[in-house]
């Protein structure tokens, strides 16, 4: 009698691909003739019609290079079928005004919008521009440079903390992954 063998199909997360069993695996290839590639990109066969052609990502690029998205329609109808979209997706240009996935999106602390402002900066900048910023402040009012100016060290001590404040931000952003 045989003995089994070792398996990796035990606990979760399943270990092995879903089409790893031993019988082959159904992958459908490019409908372009003679292509051997997967053809895992439908494209429409006709302008109005819901059957698709399965190509593979070149070919499809080229199958959609002269592709008109209008054609068999006349402007009132292609106004209607644009407006229709608009209706559809609009709300995914919405959320883009609010900028969404972005530094501006509520992830900032109001210290760190405060240092921002300090260093004249937006608040979706990144710590290389913020960096830039701080070095280029910092030499127009280092005490070194205006000796005995009051208001440049305090300007100085301003972008001193400003920097602190976002450098330490940035280190716990990238602590946190």
Same mark, same amino acid.
């Given at each position: 009698m045989?003995?089994?063998?070792?398996t990796n199909d035990w606990g979760f997360p399943r270990w092995r691909g879903y089409e790893g069993a031993r019988e082959a695996a159904t992958i459908r290839l490019c409908d372009r003739h003679g292509c051997t590639e997967r053809g895992d990109c439908p494209a429409p066969k006709s302008p109005n019609s819901p059957e698709r052609w399965m190509f593979c990502q070149k070919h499809a690029a080229e199958y959609n290079q002269g592709w008109d998205y209008f054609a068999g329609l006349n402007a009132e109808e292609a106004a209607q079928r644009e407006s229709s979209e608009r209706q559809t997706h609009s709300g995914y240009a %919405?959320?883009?005004h609010y900028g969404w996935a972005s530094s501006g999106d509520g992830t900032r602390s109001r210290d760190e919008l405060r240092a921002l402002e300090?260093?004249?900066l937006s608040p979706d900048a990144d710590f290389d521009e913020v960096r830039k910023a701080w070095r280029t402040k910092a030499k127009e009012v280092h005490p070194d440079v205006r000796p005995g100016d009051?208001?440049?060290?305090?300007?100085?001590?301003?972008?001193?903390?400003?920097?602190e404040v976002l450098r330490?931000? %940035?280190e716990r952003r990238e602590w946190r992954g």
């Open positions: 045989r003995r089994s063998g070792r %919405e959320s883009a300090v260093l004249g009051k208001d440049a060290a305090d300007a100085f001590t301003a972008l001193q903390l400003a920097y330490q931000a %940035e």
